[in-house]
């Protein structure tokens, strides 16, 4: 157990149910994971310990007491942050201390162990696989493939269409021998163009090119659809100033007005920052005195605009997301 997981079960534990209930909320299901499993494993944390991880704490360990943990108190808290179905699931192989099976096995894993016990697999099995965890976590999974080995998974992920539930079933039940434990598997949607887009959002831009270099071959049209499901529009918020500055150079005023109608709130207020304030207050007096716009012309604004944005980035002059792990400083 690590010192950052070790502290945060200290922290939430010390909270009481109703507030860690709301801060478990908020995590991914990977750090709730971490976090209850390291809740489960404290027995007693001694007051100085205590006082170490929150200050506000001492005046309930004045008297030296220990804290223990009480397994229907981590249950209640579980269930009031995830609901009775999910809470129960993850109680269960916590409290179990055996091996978690199948698909939710593989989550506990890491992507070299994961790459290494699946490589050997027919690539439509590893696709399946793949498709159904975490994106960042597939996406880290690939990197430790050969390169025609990723190439292969990822056009197999962006042309599923779905996988039967009988079928599905079966390769859980696979992974679960594998994984030398035992469990069950609901899902059955997976794949297709947006979830091998959301992958590679997390492999990397050398690795990322590669591929869709190599879809491309295959298939122009899907290799563009996943490169368009990549980078959406509402993706520019996470562009910094100076980069906004010079795709709002590249603009007519007339698309960005388009463009906007059909962005958050946020985005708006990021491109209203970078614009010089009378740009910006005339920008905001003709989203507001614009009547309604059919959405096909809005999308069709956004994609122009996207379309720049990407040229700016294979020029070096913007960075656009989901360079991933790759990503480094100069």
């Not at 200290?10 to 860690?20: C, M, Q, R, V, W």
């Not at 906004?244 to 698309?255: A, H, N, P, T």
Request: aromatic residues 4%.
């Amino acid at each position: 157990m690590s010192d950052g997981v070790e502290k945060s079960a200290i922290l939430l534990l010390s909270l009481g149910e109703d507030e860690a209930a709301e801060v478990l909320k908020h995590l991914g299901p990977r750090e709730v994971q971490k976090v209850s499993k390291a809740m489960s494993q404290l027995k007693a944390v001694p007051q100085e310990k205590i006082e170490e991880v929150l200050d506000d704490l001492r005046k309930h360990t004045e008297k030296g007491a220990s804290m223990s943990v009480d397994e229907n108190v981590l249950r209640s808290m579980l269930t009031k942050a995830l609901g009775d179905d999910r809470a129960a699931n993850l109680i269960s192989r916590i409290m179990s201390g055996s091996e978690t099976a199948g698909f939710d096995g593989l989550k506990w894993l890491d992507a070299a162990t994961i790459a290494d016990l699946i490589r050997n697999e027919h690539p439509q099995i590893i696709a399946a696989i793949l498709a159904h965890l975490e994106f960042d976590q597939a996406g880290e999974i690939l990197k430790h493939f050969t390169e025609r080995l990723r190439n292969d998974v990822l056009l197999r992920i962006a042309t599923i269409d779905g996988v039967q539930p009988e079928a599905l079933h079966e390769l859980n039940d696979a992974l679960t021998r594998l994984l030398s434990g035992s469990a069950s598997i609901k899902k059955t949607s997976l794949g297709g163009v947006r979830h091998a887009a959301e992958i590679l959002n997390f492999v990397g831009q050398a690795v990322e090119t590669s591929i869709i270099d190599n879809v491309r071959e295959y298939d122009p049209d899907l290799a563009q659809k996943i490169l368009d499901e990549m980078f959406v529009f509402e993706n520019l918020i996470d562009v910094d100033d100076r980069g906004i500055q010079l795709l709002l150079r590249e603009i007519q005023s007339d698309s960005l007005i388009l463009a906007l109608k059909g962005a958050s709130e946020a985005l708006r207020e990021k491109v209203f920052k970078n614009m010089s304030s009378r740009a910006s207050e005339m920008l905001r007096e003709d989203l507001e005195a614009k009547g309604p716009v059919r959405l096909s012309e809005v999308e069709a604004e956004q994609k122009e605009i996207l379309k720049v944005a990407r040229r700016l980035s294979d020029e070096g002059q913007i960075v656009l997301g989901g360079g991933g792990a790759e990503d480094q400083f100069i």
